[in-house]
């Protein structure tokens, strides 16, 4: 019986998933991103630091957030002030964005611009936004199935050009020359789940290891709210 | 070929090392045990700074690096004398020890292996912790069981010596282990401020283990010579059981703070207490009634309930819990003023080095001031050094209190943590000389412990509830101060620090009112004088004395 199981198991396994075409799984991907009705999302920043001010203090660390189609995003935003850690939520609905940090705004939150020109709707519904990033990979090329966290994906790796990158996420990520990209799209339902994105014009000798953006977007169609506060 | 393996295994005559000897080399992992229990006061801004913890909200949770170890050492001290009295002082001993080596290795990789490893498991059930509170969820987890080997330590020892001392030479050895327990801690905080200096934080625990393999092996070997009886009965399982949950709840009750979810809109809001404070703080009650049920009918009593019907036992203990408390103000109120004046991170290293002088200031002169305590004790009796101790400390808390401004130089903050410490260590030998006189001859090392257990219950609770006093106190303080306006950063910054302090004042003045609170148990310790034991002594020889002689 466990000989016949282990028999089975290799003629499945030999016969199960067909490789796809690269650029349609991409597709496919962008596509249930842009249709979600919510996401969970977060980005994190390892290796060279980003500065996300004009002054060059606040430093990027990561963002936990959720989407809720069509135009509302909430997130907390750790970000390294002076080498010190802190916290900023943020809440952005249209063109509106609220956001509070316990010892700037005293805990309270304040209607202002946290990241100016930012709109959810733009970055993830438009074809301008996520899909067009998706889509404008250079060099796909599809390195088989791995195994993440115990979830199978499909492993694409690519370039992108920066400056595209850098609008694409108001200036989140501010590339200039080519990024590498490295996409992880859930085999079972096809929804792109992490994109890793290396900048390799960060590396310095001061920061020999390059910026390196961790995107994960997961629990699609997940139960959440984003409400004014 | 059997007989001869027989003869090299089984009862193989030994040489018996010297009783000192033997406490010496198991003294080795106590010291360091206790070395730990307040190394990261000095270390922890590194800490914070180094895994990027945010201070708004990840402040209480860093708090359980020492409370945690505090609580795990505590919790280990009431059981593991009893359990190595069940099945042998050297294995129970060797084990924890052993415990202790992985807790540091643990420790010193805290953010690494470890951490990788609880992520991939929490990402495997779905979960998508913070990277940065899963490192520090690693690192409190170390730190627990790093503390729950060390603790052990200190109970097996005092064990140890009722196996290599007849009764009437135990005073001394016990009182080593005592000195060199608090020896530790003592010197932990300059430690870790000077190593700190030189190496990163990490490789101070690293040095924990060629220093605790060392340790292994002497103590496996000396230990090898000493007698391992075995006693009679059972452990008390429901009652360590009981015992635990208590003194868990009550610290997890009472260091339960803020926790800022997205759903809050004001500073209000994150002042408030999380729902399960009440709820911890219950079964915290729950089971303490019940402890106490189980231990006056259990025929194996982990604690014999007993011994708190003698005076001199409940007053010396309950001093000793306040003074633990009140300790813990000092040792938590410095690192946090001294590092808020670091103008940025590249200054918490020197500060680390200032932390540690500073609170030398307070433990070096307590464990000194134990010394004429005791003398004080002998001539005049337990209650007035305890007295005299307890005022002299509440003088230095409240000029603390009234002068600890974010701009007080070190050189006052270290005057008045001196009269703190000379205070406080005044009362440690008059309540322990009082609680270990109090108890039956039998009955003295774990009367020892308890003494020491509750000094570091006191501990443990100030340190789980002084983080929520102050982060509270500091909300409140900052919607008053702040308001609902946008402040400038460095304004903001410079309101903080001076909320900070004034919270710091707060308190010291707290601090003061606990020493004259610990006034009443130390009214009530009675007798201690040297020449009154003498009297007794010789009244009881002359009574044993046959008639006619």
Known sequence: MLVLSILLAGCSGGTATPTPEPLALITEAARSIRDAESFAVSIERTGAPVYIDQAGIINFLRANGHYVAPDRVQARVRVLVSGIAGDVDVIAIGNDQYYRHAILTGGQWINAEFSPGFNAEDLVRSESGLSRAMGALNDIALQGIEDIDGVAMWHLTGSAVGSEVSALTIGLIPAQDDVLVDLYIRVDNGHAERLVIVQPDTVSEEEPVPSTWTVEVYDYNGDYTVEAP | ?549
């Open chain 2, 1 to 549: 070929m059997q007989a001869f393996a027989r003869r090299f295994t089984a009862n193989r005559p030994r040489t018996n090392p010297s009783p000192w000897l033997v406490l010496a080399l198991v003294s080795l992992p106590v010291f360091i045990g206790a070395l730990d229990l307040t190394i990261v006061s000095a270390i922890l801004p590194e800490v914070i700074v180094e895994l990027q913890i945010p201070l708004e909200s990840g402040l209480d949770d860093v708090a359980w690096v020492v409370s945690g170890y505090l609580l795990a050492y505590t919790i280990s001290m009431t059981f593991m004398g009893r359990v190595s009295d069940l099945i042998g002082r050297r294995s129970v001993y060797l084990i924890c020890l052993g415990i202790f080596i992985i807790g540091s290795i643990w420790v010193a990789g805290a953010d690494g292996l470890p951490a990788d490893a609880i992520m991939s498991l929490a990402r495997r059930m779905g979960q998508r912790p913070d990277p940065t509170a899963v490192a520090l969820l690693s690192l409190i987890i170390g730190r627990i069981v790093q503390a729950f080997g060390g603790g052990a330590l200190v109970p097996i020892s005092m064990a140890l010596v009722g196996d290599l001392f007849p009764p009437h030479r135990r005073a001394q050895p016990l009182g080593l282990i005592g000195a060199v327990d608090m020896a530790g801690w003592v010197v932990g905080h300059l430690y870790g401020g000077i190593m700190v200096q030189f190496v990163d934080w990490r490789t101070l625990f690293w040095l924990n283990v060629p220093v605790g393999l060392l340790a292994l092996a002497l103590t496996w070997w000396v230990l090898r010579g000493v007698r391992q009886p075995r006693a009679a009965g059972g452990f008390d399982f429901v009652g360590a059981l009981l015992l635990g949950l208590t003194l868990a709840a009550i610290s997890i009750g009472l260091g339960a703070n803020t926790e800022v979810t997205a759903d809050m809109t004001t500073f209000e809001e994150l002042s408030t207490l999380p729902p399960y404070t009440g709820p911890l703080l219950l079964v915290a009650a729950l089971a303490f009634a019940l402890f106490l049920l189980v231990e006056r009918r259990s025929s194996n009593p982990l604690i014999d309930l007993a011994l708190f019907r003698r005076r001199n036992f409940t007053a010396g203990n309950l001093t000793s819990l306040i003074v633990g408390f009140a300790l813990m103000i000092g040792l938590v109120s410095v690192p946090i003023l001294i590092n808020i004046r670091a103008e940025d991170v590249s200054q918490l290293t020197g500060a680390a080095l200032s932390v540690g002088l500073v609170m030398s200031a307070l433990t070096i002169p307590m464990g000194l001031a134990a010394v004429p305590g005791g003398w004080l004790s002998d001539r005049y009796g337990h209650r007035l050094p305890t007295a005299v101790g307890l005022v002299l400390a509440a003088i230095g808390f409240v000029l603390a209190g009234l002068r600890w401004f974010e701009t007080v130089s070190y050189g006052e903050m270290a005057l008045h943590m001196i009269m703190v410490g000379v205070g406080l260590g005044l009362t440690t030998s008059p309540t322990s000389a009082a609680v270990l006189n109090a108890a039956p001859d039998d009955r003295r090392g774990i009367a020892a412990a308890i003494d020491d257990m509750l000094r570091l219950l006191g501990m443990t609770l100030a340190a789980s509830s002084l983080t929520t006093i102050a982060l509270r106190r500091v909300s409140v303080l900052a919607v008053d101060r702040i308001g609902e306006t946008v402040a400038m950063t460095q304004e903001a910054i410079n309101i903080y620090v001076s909320i900070t302090a004034q919270v710091i004042r707060e308190l010291a003045l707290l601090g003061a009112l606990l020493c004259i609170l610990a006034l009443l148990p130390a009214w009530m310790l009675r007798g201690g004088r040297a020449k009154d034991f003498q009297a007794e002594y010789e009244q009881a020889q002359h009574a044993a004395r046959p008639a006619g002689d």
